[in-house]
């Protein structure tokens, strides 16, 4: 990037370029939380957080690659889509989308053998 020196002082030309798309976001559901994942982005300059979108809304920011959405309705899908904004304000476009469900709110299912006793032949 280039710098430019006045009175002694560096001064920065205005970043205009927005960083890369986020890639590869992921989502594990339960109930009713989804905690989602994707790649970073890159920036001419640096990428200071992310907007993540569910169903074309704005519901949070991370500053990191993760985040968890709570609050949500079981056995519900929910279309979820991530960008990435620098310093200057600069935002990518939204990550391809991808539908996630949460679980349903009925109880998991029992483990192999569980609930059963059997004597031991001796």
Do not use: C
């Not at 074309?56 to 929910?78: H, N």
């Amino acid at each position: 990037m280039a710098q430019f020196f006045w009175r002694g002082r560096r001064h920065v030309p205005s970043d205009k370029t927005a960083p890369t798309i986020p890639t590869n976001l992921a989502g594990i559901p339960t109930t009713t939380t989804v905690a989602l994942t994707w790649d970073a982005s890159t920036d001419n300059v640096a990428v200071t957080g992310y907007n993540i979108y569910r169903d074309g809304a704005l519901v949070g920011s991370s500053g990191t690659t993760s985040y968890t959405d709570t609050g949500l309705t079981a056995s519900t899908t929910y279309a979820y889509a991530v960008s990435a904004f620098d310093a200057a304000g600069n935002e990518s476009a939204k990550s391809t989308a991808i539908n996630v469900t949460t679980s349903s709110g009925g109880s998991p299912p029992a483990a192999p053998g569980a609930g059963t006793a059997e004597p031991l032949p001796y």
